[in-house]
């Protein structure tokens, strides 16, 4: 009998629009006719579907769609999803999860069967990292014993009934061959590309109309005839030279077919949702990568978070499709994070805590006793690894981060006998249970909420060469920590700059690193800590310098920081 083996799961994660609003088109779908019409333009985010009333009433009397599936849009050049229906009235439908594409007036709900899987459709398809085990956030039920008087139960529990449910997971010691998972614990990413790359387009092309938070699907237009647009060609939306965290520069790749030149607009298929809005007019240039492109993304803190979906994929040993275990969370923050590496090994990243709001599975039915929807079953495409058509996933083939070729630079100095480093961010994240009538099971969180951010760093460094004990004016871990941060004008802190390198990309020397500056207003070769709010930097708060059987002796420190801005340089030009 074929059984599931954990080295033949998966796991792959994307950026949702907005919290709970999974991210797939569905231009392939089987079975069923239009049920329903929009009654209006729905945005991005929305959970309720209000209908055509003549539609649904008239040519459709009868049809009930609660705990069906549903194909939403999908016109030429236009966004498509599927969501479930939890519960109808005469106008409205009740989704599962929000919507992560917007729609227009007179969109066509259609009743569905089946999704076809295709490429460009995916995207959930970004590995985290190398992991060997995932706590997968399968739902913590609160099933509650409750005791009554005066009935026969005696001692035990008279009933159990349902509670609120928990959606928690964990992937722990991904080594990173790229930095695609690092964003989502701080904020948000701005990508910029070796200034060389960069060309406008022929005449210049603009946003024609608004390009919302998530769209694929973006018309883009000229003042004059537009020069055709192949495909798989780079574009970066809002460019700019230098990035800020004001700035919202991104790279998509058209992966439509491809368009003959003309008056436009033009509407461009991207291979992956946009992470920001643009305007109206907003530039749109054309972006020339090759095996030597050089792009550097910067990371800054925001105080909202853009939420996650895992998919996690399990197909049998005997390698059959139908027998396919797959499961989908959705709206999952990553309440900790760490980055660490020791002596002799490579960079890695934890998500050491992410809720969930809920799930979609691909389980449907219980034969006996006869259960005609298991709770939570949703259509929706595989991801796998398969390869040819049906793989999206785009699995790197890049070294990972080695400690060996990583500098850490405390109060000014690299440190070059630290042993280890582990840097952690708690952003406080609590899951709200509101009373609000809700639909089809569900009981996990309304929403998650961001706390307060705190920081820590802890390393372990050989303690340098001896030097002179009263004349000896070098700054050293024994002396930062006694001061404080404290140099004579109140607590100022010191800078601190991580860097991790892998080497060359292609045949040139591109710089290939991530960088991490603390506090998050430093640059290279420059101090930013300063006295004040807002403005401190790193401050040592333990170091014990014990005596121990290391040699040269070592020391134990724990670092409190507020702030930390990270540059990733490579050769990739999307980032999610």
């Known amino acids: 009998m074929a059984v599931y083996r954990s080295d033949q799961a998966q796991v792959t994660f994307g950026t949702e629009t907005s919290p709970g609003a999974y991210p797939e088109l569905a231009t392939t779908v089987a079975g069923g006719s239009i049920t329903a019409l929009l009654d209006g333009a729905h945005a991005a985010g929305v959970s309720e579907l209000l209908t055509s009333a003549a539609d649904y009433n008239s040519s459709n009397t009868g049809v009930n769609l609660i705990g069906k599936a549903v194909k939403i849009g999908g016109a030429s050049g236009t966004h498509s999803e599927i969501r479930t229906v939890e519960h109808a009235t005469a106008t409205v439908l009740y989704l599962n999860t929000p919507l992560a594409f917007s729609h227009l007036d007179n969109a066509a709900v259609i009743d569905l069967t089946t999704v076809g899987i295709a490429v460009n459709d995916q995207f959930i398809t970004n590995l985290p990292g190398v992991y060997d085990t995932v706590d997968v956030p399968d739902p913590d039920m609160t099933i509650e014993p409750r005791y009554f008087l005066g009935t026969q139960a005696k001692r035990n529990y ?11 997971g964990s992937i722990a010691g991904m080594v990173m061959l790229n930095a695609r998972a690092l964003r989502f614990p701080f904020g948000k990413l701005v990508t910029v590309p070796a200034a060389s790359m960069v060309t406008a387009w022929s005449p210049a092309l603009t946003t024609s109309g608004e390009a919302s938070k998530g769209s694929v699907f973006v018309k883009v237009t000229g003042s004059g005839t537009l020069a055709a647009v192949p495909q798989n060609q780079l574009f970066i939306f809002e460019p700019n030279a230098s990035a800020t965290s004001a700035r919202k520069s991104e790279v998509r790749k058209h992966v439509g077919a491809a368009i003959s030149a003309g008056s436009g607009p033009f509407t461009l298929q991207l291979d992956y949702p946009l992470q920001y809005t643009h305007d109206t007019g907003m530039a ?58 020791d002596e002799g090994g490579m960079l890695s990243m934890s998500w050491d805590w992410v809720n969930f709001q809920g799930m979609v599975h691909n389980q449907k039915i219980v034969t006996s006793p006869s259960v005609a929807r298991v ?145 998050g207003t430093t640059t290279t070769g420059s101090t930013a800590s300063a006295a004040g709010l807002n403005s401190q930097g790193a401050i040592i708060r333990t170091a014990p310098h014990s005596i121990t059987g290391d040699n ?19 050769n990739l030009y999307y980032y999610p």
């Open 375 to 519: 709770p939570y079953y949703g259509v929706m495409q595989t991801i796998s690894s398969t390869g040819g058509a049906t793989s999206a996933i785009d699995f790197p083939t890049t070294e990972p981060y080695f400690f060996s070729q990583g500098t850490v630079s405390l109060f000014g100095q690299t440190i070059a006998r630290i042993r280890s480093f582990n840097m952690t961010v708690s952003n406080g994240e609590e899951p709200r249970y509101y009373v609000q009538r809700r639909y089809g099971n569900q009981r996990g969180p309304n929403e998650i909420r961001e706390g307060r951010r705190e920081y820590s760093m802890s390393a372990t460094l050989a303690l340098p060469d001896s030097q002179a004990s009263i004349d000896g004016g070098g700054r050293t871990l024994f002396k930062e920590l006694l001061l404080e941060g404290d140099y004579g004008a109140g607590i100022v802190g010191f800078d601190v700059e991580l860097a991790f390198a892998r080497g060359t990309v292609g045949t040139s020397a591109v710089v290939d690193e991530i960088r991490m500056y603390i506090p």
């Open 284 to 341: 749109v240039s054309k972006v020339t990568h090759s095996a030597n492109a050089e792009y550097t993304h910067h990371i800054y803190e925001t105080v909202d978070l853009d939420t996650v979906s895992w998919h996690v994929h399990m197909r049998d040993s005997g390698e059959t499709a139908a027998n396919d275990f797959d499961r989908r969370y959705y709206g999952g923050l990553i309440g900790s994070a760490s980055l660490s590496a």
């Open 158 to 168: 008279a009933i159990a009934l349902k509670g609120q449910q928990t959606f928690a």
């Open 552 to 570: 040269p002796v070592q020391v134990d420190a724990d670092i409190l920081f507020r702030d930390i801005k990270i540059e990733i340089t490579d």
